[in-house]
């Protein structure tokens, strides 16, 4: 049997998850693969132990960790700071993998049964990763709880009571018809039986969008479903086999399987399957299909095709949306936000710069009500927590090129009135050598130049107005940028032909080696109410958007030059900030 080796690594908040390591058998010059496993909820990394020998992979590295408040890794049990912190842990894991270990995500294999299957899911989602497959086990896409109406009751305790504890009702012998692994279950006093409700929510949360959108995963994909489970629903998993956007995708239904798939009695069967998928992976070309025209052919154009048709007139939908205008023309007379979004547009840098500042504002109190419901909208607090991500990437950036020596000649080419920007560099150390701030709108221009001259940046900062999708006038920027910032503004414009130009022409400006900072709209729970009732700055037509899948917005970026180097990501999957290196 290999011999594991235990391990540490840090994540992004500092906490330090223990994992373990089977190093591989492999001949000299051999490339190094691995097989990266995620237990399921409760347990831990040792738990999937046993797939390191049965699986029969002796040239490929394993590793397995034990998530935070599992097993070995500290945290309250069964607990985490949120969902998609957990997920992000996931991509700090993978990450520490390639620099400790030296083994690149193209030359990784994932295996993920039942929560962490749900987890990975939401990575390989919001993250678009590079690794070679995934395999997911009986994921936990739908747990059935057993109680009429347990989710909104549980959300309902919740808003009453804040975090809190439920014990699992699952019994080993519900999980695998395996004798010793049920026996295992029972003495094994790392497994714990609470779960958060923050922890439990956030994974149906998590999972009803990444069902609904998993035509935005590319990753080749093996899904195993077993045909005896009593803890979690088939119907989701079927879904989300149906909706992948991978053509490489295999589903196997086990007859008589409980929910430990990979811990199953007669579970030999189900590893060779699993066993030739992550070969045959291997021996493909790591590759991925071009989304590069995902603006003219699939899910996302279709959809906003979809959200850009006019409704019959008296369909009970377009009646629908027809009293939500109505509601919203309403609160113009009480909101001050409100009011301005229909001035200036609701995708309006003006309307930005008022979401940022978070400061509901209108008639009276009951106006103040209107405009905190209204500023307290998901997208919204998605918008202010894109700012954040932002501002984090871009002092980063800053950062290492003040370790490299180099200077920092920064350049915002959207910069509407450019609060996020000017506030990132508050409280650095060692100002910027120059920032220029560009935007189409004269009335963005104006207020963010009042904004300098407030914050006392005159001597380093100007604002001119320009255009975003001119290559020619981007490529010839001066001084050359060594930080470039596109914030808010390709989600705004279905149009690759137009990303393209914008990147091509900051790749011909930005020196080699210097930093982009992008953004990306992946997902938006509301997509509808911003097509049917709000309104665009570009001559008041409707705010039609067409997401882009991380994957698609990775890949523009790629062709015109830069690599990814990091990325965040609110905790509802909405908006997404990277940060990229110009590579010659």
């Given at each position: ?8 690594f ?16 492999r ?7 691995a097989?990266?496993m995620?237990?399921r ?19 490929h ?5 034990d998530?935070?408040?599992h ?6 049990r ?11 842990d ?11 270990h ?10 993920a049964?039942?929560v ?8 390989a ?7 070679r ?6 994921p936990?896409?739908?747990?059935k ?7 909104p009751g549980?959300?309902a305790l919740?808003a ?6 439920v ?5 080993p ?20 039986r609470?779960i958060?409700v923050?922890?439990l ?6 999972a009803?969008?990444v ?11 093996q899904?195993?479903i077993?045909?005896a489970d ?11 086999f ?18 430990d798939t ?5 579970r ?10 992550v070969?045959?992976?291997?021996e ?6 071009s989304?590069?025209d995902a ?39 009480l909101s001050e936000?409100i ?8 995708d309006s ?8 500042r ?16 209204y500023i ?20 980063l ?6 370790e ?20 990132a ?11 220029l ?18 914050k006392?940046?005159?001597d ?10 001119d ?11 060594s ?6 503004l ?60 991380q ?12 690599r990814?180097?990091e ?14 290196r110009r590579?010659?």
């Amino acid at each position: 049997m290999r011999q594991a080796h235990s391990s540490h690594f840090t994540t992004h908040d500092g906490v330090e998850l223990f994992y373990r390591h089977w190093p591989a058998q492999r001949e000299p010059g051999q490339d190094r693969k691995a097989v990266v496993m995620f237990h399921r909820g409760h347990e831990h990394g040792g738990r999937m132990a046993h797939l390191v020998d049965e699986l029969d992979l002796p040239d490929h590295d394993f590793f397995a960790w034990d998530a935070r408040g599992h097993g070995q890794s500290p945290g309250t049990r069964g607990d985490s700071p949120g969902f998609a912190h957990s997920v992000r842990d996931v991509q700090t894991f993978i990450d520490h993998i390639g620099e400790q270990h030296g083994i690149a995500q193209p030359q990784i294999a994932v295996l993920a049964q039942s929560v962490g299957a749900v987890l990975v899911a939401t990575w390989a989602h919001d993250y678009a990763p590079r690794v070679r497959c995934l395999v997911l086990a009986s994921p936990a896409f739908d747990i059935k709880l057993y109680v009429p109406f347990a989710r909104p009751g549980l959300k309902a305790l919740r808003a009453w009571r804040g975090n809190f504890f439920v014990n699992s009702y699952v019994k080993p012998q519900l999980l695998t018809h395996d004798p010793e692994r049920v026996m295992s279950y029972r003495s094994d006093p790392l497994i714990t039986r609470p779960i958060s409700v923050n922890m439990l929510l956030g994974l149906y949360d998590a999972a009803d969008r990444v069902v609904a959108d998993a035509q935005a995963i590319q990753i080749p994909t093996q899904l195993l479903i077993s045909g005896a489970d009593v803890v979690v629903r088939r119907k989701p998993q079927e879904d989300f086999f149906d909706r992948l956007g991978t053509l490489h995708k295999e589903k196997h239904i086990l007859p008589g399987f409980f929910h430990d798939t990979l811990g199953e009695r007669d579970r030999g069967h189900a590893l060779a399957r699993i066993r030739r998928f992550v070969l045959n992976c291997f021996e493909q070309p790591s590759t991925r299909p071009s989304l590069l025209d995902a603006d003219k052919q699939g899910a996302s154009c279709a959809e906003a095709e979809s959200l850009a048709a006019p409704l019959p007139k008296y369909s009970p939908r377009n009646l629908y949306w027809q009293a939500t205008r109505a509601s919203l023309r309403l609160g113009k007379g009480l909101s001050e936000g409100i009011k301005l979004g229909f001035d200036t547009g609701f995708d309006s840098g003006s309307t930005l710069d008022y979401v940022y500042r978070n400061t509901p504002t209108g008639k009276g109190r009951l106006g103040e009500l209107v405009d905190r419901n209204y500023i307290d909208a998901i997208g919204w607090r998605g918008i202010r927590q894109r700012k954040l991500h932002a501002e984090e990437l871009l002092r980063l950036a800053i950062a290492r090129l003040r370790e490299q020596g180099r200077p920092v000649h920064i350049v915002d080419i959207a910069a509407g009135h450019a609060r996020y920007i000017l506030e990132a560099l508050e409280g650095l150390e060692q100002r910027p050598d120059s920032i220029l701030l560009r935007d189409y709108s004269e009335l963005n221009v104006s207020q963010g130049s009042a904004l300098i001259a407030e914050k006392g940046l005159g001597d380093i900062a100007r604002f001119v107005r320009g255009d975003a999708f001119d290559r020619a006038s981007l490529a010839a920027l001066d001084p050359r940028p060594s930080v470039a910032v596109v914030s808010g503004l390709y989600e705004l414009f279905p149009d690759n032909d137009l990303i393209r130009a914008s990147l091509g022409g900051l790749a011909d400006a930005v020196e080699d080696g210097g930093y982009l900072v992008y953004t990306g709209q992946p997902w938006h729970p509301q997509l509808e109410m911003i097509a049917r009732a709000l309104t665009s700055h570009r001559d008041g037509q409707p705010w039609v958007m067409r997401r882009r899948s991380q994957a698609e917005m990775d890949q523009l970026v790629e062709a015109a030059g830069f690599r990814k180097l990091e990325q965040r990501i609110d905790e509802w999957g909405i908006f997404s900030v990277s940060l990229a290196r110009r590579v010659r």
